[in-house]
């Protein structure tokens, strides 16, 4: 049997983070991933898709990525279910990730061309790999003196709420 998701997309919203009652780390975010077709008007459409992150990872995303941050999840797809107050069951399926790549560095946010950082030729920094301890080790100090710039970032919090029909919704 395989189970495999493989994504890359924005943040629509800052993670969630959490800590389960065994001080277990939990962090939800929603990723933005377009479709790779346009539709009859020639707009690219998105799919908005619930990712859950456990442990250090959860602790990296939540301090690290933030609303419009480009980000790659490896995992696993998972449902649950459960009843709601007026006695409905309720079904959900989300992504539980494996491991999280940070596409941008830190202070690009959202900007075009991800320059990466540290000698990472993949652009961006990993955090969460074995070897790392789960820190970023290497770009402390390269992102001094850069503007934060969101203005080519279509999820940036310009206080205008974002148009979205409930057909575009995935649930």
Known sequence: MLNRVVLVGRLTRDPELRY???GIAVAS??????????????????????????RKQAENVANYLRKGSLAGIDGRLQTRNYENNEGKKVFIMEVVADTVQFLESKGSGGASGSSGSGGNQGGGDYYGAPNQGGYPNNN?????????????DPFASDGKPIDISDDDLPF
């Open 140 to 152: 402390q100090n390269q992102n001094q003196g850069r503007s934060q710039s969101f203005s080519d």
């Open 29 to 54: 975010i929603t990723l933005a991933v377009n479709r790779p077709f346009s539709n009859q008007q020639g707009n690219r459409e998105a799919d908005f898709i619930n990712v859950v992150i456990w």
């Open 20 to 22: 389960t009652p065994n």
